[in-house]
């Protein structure tokens, strides 16, 4: 079945720098990713959703200067968190959607990443 | 995710059927999915019904849905300790976003 693999699985950095995370598909080409965040005994919040090729689209209230997302290829999008801060921290999660025409494409084809639980100090 | 409710908390004993509860808003969703997440861990797709449908079993899963209601729910039957964990209820809104619920922290008790 589809895999997606998100590194790295926990980081934990200091307050002012900036973290990457990664989100591939293994098996399968991915037109769109979309990443979450989850914070502790909630639902995930989608921030933004990504497509190979083009600019990101955000969620309200999502800042793109502070997540920084790029899909530069059909198995790989990034986020990165730029000049993290304590409030940042939170559990990430992507997921990928296998490319398929507009309107078609499987019920289950949603493949989420295991998650990286950022902790900024 | 406020679009799309469900009870925070349940617990059950082993050997009996859980049944978690969900409603919805978004009358147009095409598919509802039922996820489950583990502790510390992405989500798993468990199952998923159709809008045009008002049943679907998988082994020890069964989804009903009420589409008048809006209503979705997921048993468990014969609940074992490794169905411990989240389980998130989610629709699809528009081409391909989801949109879910709070989740339901299930504990099942020996």
């Known amino acids: 079945g589809a895999v997606v693999s998100q590194h790295p699985s926990w980081v934990i950095c200091k307050s002012g720098t900036s973290v990457k995370i990664e989100c591939r598909s293994l098996?399968?080409?991915?037109?769109?990713m979309f990443w979450y965040r989850q914070f502790p005994k909630q639902s995930l919040m989608l921030m933004a959703t990504?497509?190979?090729?083009?600019?990101?689209?955000?969620e309200q209230g999502v800042e793109k200067d502070k997540f920084l997302i790029n899909h530069a290829s059909l198995t790989l999008s990034t986020l990165t968190v730029t000049s993290a801060h304590p409030e940042d921290s939170s559990f990430y999660i992507c997921s990928a959607r296998p490319h398929f025409k507009p309107g078609q494409g499987p019920p289950d084809g949603y493949t989420f990443g295991s998650g990286t639980r950022l902790t900024v100090v | 995710g406020e679009d799309v409710e469900q009870s925070l908390f349940l617990s059950v004993r082993e050997g009996d059927s859980s049944v978690i509860n969900c409603t919805y808003t978004?009358?147009?969703?095409?598919?509802l999915y039922w996820y489950k997440q583990e502790p510390g861990a992405g989500l798993q797709l468990l199952t998923y019904?159709?809008?045009?449908?008002d049943m679907k079993q998988d082994q020890r899963l069964t989804v009903l849905l009420n589409k008048k209601d809006k209503h979705l729910s997921l048993r468990i039957a014969d609940t074992q300790t490794g169905d411990s964990a989240i389980y998130f209820c989610?629709?699809?809104?528009?081409?391909?976003?989801?949109?879910f619920g709070a989740g339901t922290t299930v504990t099942v008790r020996a």
């Open positions: 990504s497509n190979e090729g083009s600019k990101a689209t955000y």
């Open positions: 989610a629709e699809k809104v528009g081409d391909y976003k989801l949109s």
């Open positions: 019904i159709f809008s045009n449908m």
């Open positions: 978004d009358s147009s969703s095409t598919y």
């Open positions: 098996d399968f080409q991915a037109t769109t």
